[in-house]
Nanobody
Framework: QVQLVESGGGLVQPGGSLRLSCAAS????????IGWFRQAPGKEREGVSC????????IYADSVKGRFTISRDNAKNTVYLQMNSLKPEDTAVYYC???????????????WGQGTQVTVSS
């Protein structure tokens, strides 16, 4: 019954912004870490950001620090990724996932959404 559904992806010009949403069902966020990951064609999946629901702590990949912000709305059981100053290098399928640790390593996460495409291009 655990389900994660990403939304909010699309086509945006360099320097633009998008906000991704991860809607969770079948569980509540307070027990889990929620991570955002991305995978570009021909590349391995990489961690982007992580939020530990128990204390609100966050982790960001160096490549997105200062540009991306992860947040949550517990009432809506939803986690967001605000992406500003987007670069072509950010183009990827973005996934949210739930796990028990505070890490950007994909192997620590158990449940995954299906992904949403983000394309940054002029």
């Amino acid at each position: 019954q655990v389900q994660l559904v990403e939304s909010g992806g699309g086509l945006v010009q360099p320097g633009g912004s998008l906000r991704l949403s991860c809607a969770a069902s079948g569980f509540t966020l307070d027990y889990y870490a929620i991570g955002w990951f991305r995978q570009a064609p021909g590349k391995e999946r990489e961690g982007v950001s992580c939020l530990t629901s128990s204390d609100g702590s966050t982790i960001y990949a160096d490549s997105v620090k200062g540009r991306f912000t992860i947040s949550r709305d517990n009432a809506k059981n939803t986690v967001y990724l605000q992406m500003n100053s987007l670069k072509p290098e950010d183009t990827a399928v973005y996934y949210c996932a739930s796990g028990y640790g505070s890490t950007l390593l994909p192997s620590w996460y158990d449940y995954w959404g299906q992904g949403t495409q983000v394309t940054v291009s002029s």
